[in-house]
């Protein structure tokens, strides 16, 4: 029976005494799967490895050469009786390291002499360790380049099998990379019928391998070249599907059609300009216009707006809300908390003045409605704003989650904004996006955010979204500096933290700290979600700091009764009711005040001009987007601010790296890259956000965006001439099983 890709994986590791930890650990279901299990790096067998700055306890695997190999006797301290051990010295271009082999017989240890004889050469693998001043390596492991004539089960690779790189790959508990490299060589000598979805013209115009050549020189390379040849034609291979699965899914939203929005009778819109006391920045204009072309065409929008914390984009969103409300429909506008919906709401209704009081006493004859929905909100309070939505009559309706739900009806919803993407699930955005208008199509779209997630990023670069880029600030918006706290060396600076809050409060002046928990209950998450994790759960690029993480309610206490005592110190946090957290927003805002100790409920879009400094504890718990959205918080009545970012970070971790890019740089656009690589890129068809269970398997958006560019060339021109992929079926099936995954389900949804 023929052996293919699509073959069980049993098919070749049948007899493979670990076949269960390498089909389990691995996730191998197919023999394709496992020639898709790509070797993370590779080891010059012609030359010894390089080997500096080791520490005690790193796992080393070395290309070595046995330089001594001595049989020692000694007694059993257990047994009484004789034991031998074989203790041998390696060669590498770095110190030598010792090995030791224990034997319970003679002639075993005998055995193990003269297999590791003077001159042998192998990888070696095991922990660093010094005894006596001399680096060995402990538990070592290893496969030697020798006669094919010893036994398998000794781990040798004979001369005809060697070949200038040794693989080394991913792998699970009980599997060493030289038992998949074994496995690997059956798999690609055995199978048959390498189905190649890349047809060959496209091949041949891309200058990427076919798919037997490209297996063959990843996993078991003459050079580097051809590690580079391979590893090309895979991520473009991956590249192509994606793009092809987004223009497919894209083409098909588009052909559903949307109204288009080109204004109407009312001059909603220019009456506001009109009254703005302040002219738009060129780049507002320009982005505007650009969203008005969007609106207008007959196909639905879907843009992303990029801009600086305090550049200006709820202006500008605002604005297309205005031009859709003047062509007849409604827009709704969607933020990620309560606070921030509030906010909004407030800021809305202030910019609109009578333009917002439709059905109102002194409303202008433009005049639209504005309504607030929230999940806080009883029943009674609902009922108008529901009525008011379902006739129309509400022109712009602000909310959180609670617009989401299904008994949220709308008259004709022409526009959507979210706000803060990052701050909503797949599936929340999906169910707003997907309701329809009068006319039964779906809204446009418009996407706001002031640092690029990971997710986002990879999305514009595969080019689901068009982009607008606010990058200037306008008048009035003072620079923010920025300064680390590095606790771990410096812990007395935290009182000087305390000392710079009391000065600026002194002057006037109003302060925010920022803290990752609610309260000390160690079982509790707290409201921050910035803290990526590796496969087993746990955190990358944190690092515990000593005791508990800071907690909102502890440190108002712990601040009103010590370093600022006396000054008028407000919590703010996700537990509280919500007009409990509005009254605390209003007295802050209103002055009332002095220090507001919150969680993450104030990162986007509060607004308190007179708030000049902001503390953040345990800063090192919290993403590059996130700390640059919180600092976006002060600074924004003129007045310069000034962000300092405290924490127990040991210098040369991945988090203090992190924090001194923030530290280094207010360029949001900047930091999206720092973001994107240490999170990595997300899933980009599926609903993962943080990065670490990214689905791109050989893809990295910022190292392969060329390649990345021209697949999606290649997909559209593919499409352009057959929609259906008709004439290249291998293709078309690659894509279908892509289209039929529940990772494809994020398409419809976005």
Known sequence: MAITLDSPV???????????????????????????????????????????DLREGDLLTVVGEVVDSEVRSYTDRRTGRPAYRVEVRLRTQGPYLRMTFFAKHKHTAEWNAKRLATGTTGVFLGKAGSFRGEWQLTNPQLVLFGDPKDSAEDALMSVEELTELFPLYPLTAGVESWDVQRAVRFARSVVTGIWDPVPEPLREQYDVLDLRTAFDWIHAPESYDQVKRAQRRFRFEEALLLQLVLLRRRRAVQGLGAQARTGGSSDLLGAFDARLPFALTPGQQAVGADIEHDLAQPHPMNRLLQGEVGSGKTLVALRAMLRVVDSGGQAALLAPTEVLAQQHYRSITAMLGDLALAGQFGAADEATRVELLTGSMTKTQRTEPLSRIATGEAGIVVGTHALLQDKVQFLDLGLVV???????????????????????????????????????????????????????????????????????????????VWERIREEVGRGRQAYVVAPRISGDESEQGEQDAVDVDAEGDPVGAVATPGSLSAVVEVVEQLANGPLKGLRVAALHGRMAADEKDRTMRAFAAGEVDVLVSTTVIEVGVDVANASVMAVLDADRFGVSQLHQLRGRVGRGGLPGLCLLLSHAEAGSPARQRLEAVAATNDGFALSQVDLEQRREGDVLGASQSGFRSSLQNLRVLRDEKTIVEARAAAAALLDEDADLTSAPLLARAVAEIERSTEADYLEMS
Do not use: C
């Not at 640092?451 to 009035?476: H, K, N």
């Open 10 to 52: 049993e098919a070749v590791l049948g007899g493979h005494k670990k076949a269960d930890k390498m089909i389990k650990g691995l996730h191998l279901r197919t023999v394709g799967d496992l020639l898709h299990h790509f070797p993370r790096r590779y080891l010059k067998t012609g030359e010894l490895s390089e080997v500096s």
């Open 418 to 496: 979210v706000d803060e993407q990052h701050r909503f699930g797949v599936e929340q955005r999906a169910a707003l996006t997907g309701t329809k208008g009068r006319a039964g199509t779906p809204p446009h779209v418009l996407v706001m955010t002031a640092t690029p997630i990971p997710r986002t990023v990879a999305m514009t670069v595969f080019g689901d979204l068009e982009v607008s880029t606010l990058s200037e600030l306008p008048a009035g918006r003072a620079p923010i500096q920025t300064n680390l706290v590095p606790l771990a060396e410096q812990p007395h600076w935290e009182a000087r």
